[in-house]
Structure formats: structure tokens, C-alpha cells
């Protein structure tokens, strides 16, 4: 990807950033919180979860933003990383710890 397709992918999703970053957050809750207490879905699982959730978001809700959703979901990663390891050491996000 050139620094003109950047900037211009950037763009877009600045101008609907205030809609995609609340959805993300909630993509990644419902990941967390799938398959309830106990569950051993992986990090990984988890996040190919939010990846699959934000894809169909914004082909449904920004069809302009579909050609570029590889770009978004390299910014996004960051994001998402940020996002869990706040959660994670607020107690948002508990692990249960295995019995032994």
C-alpha cells in the first residue's frame, strides 16, 4: 500500500472512526464473554472472532470501506491489543484460574 492509498484509507475511517472504535469495543466483550465462564477459547480464536464481527460491521454499515478493511484490520490489531490488556488489568476481563 502506497503513503496516497494510506493517507486516503486514514481518511475514511476517521470520518466514521466515532461508529467503527464503539463496535470494535464491543466486538471484543462479546469475544471475551463467548461461551461463559470457564470457557478456553483462545486469544487467537478470540480475536479472529472480532476480526469476522468488524468485517461484516462494515461491509453492512461503510461499503466504501470494504476494499480497505485490510489496512483498517492492521490498525485495528493495535487497538484491539490495547483495549484487552486495559481490561485485562482493570478486572474487566477475569480468567478463571485452573484448579490444581
Known amino acids: ?3 496516497v492509498s494510506l493517507l ?13 472504535i464503539p463496535a470494535v ?5 462479546e469475544a471475551e464473554t463467548a461461551g461463559g465462564a ?11 472472532a472480532v476480526k ?3 468485517q461484516a460491521y462494515i461491509t453492512t454499515n461503510f ?3 470494504v476494499d480497505t478493511f485490510d489496512a483498517i484490520w492492521t490498525s485495528m490489531t493495535g487497538v484491539i491489543n490495547g483495549l484487552v490488556a ?7 476481563f477475569t480468567h478463571a484460574v485452573a484448579a490444581g
Request: without cysteine; aromatic residues 6%; neutral net charge.
Open 1 to 3: 500500500m502506497n503513503l
Open 86 to 92: 486495559l481490561y485485562n488489568s482493570l478486572g474487566v
Open 38 to 48: 470457564g470457557a478456553t477459547t483462545t486469544g487467537a480464536q478470540k480475536l479472529a
Open 8 to 20: 486516503s484509507t486514514a481518511s475514511l475511517v476517521a470520518t466514521d472512526a466515532e461508529t467503527i
Open 63 to 65: 461499503p466504501r470501506l
Open 25 to 29: 469495543e464491543f466486538f471484543v466483550k
Open 52 to 54: 469476522a464481527a468488524l
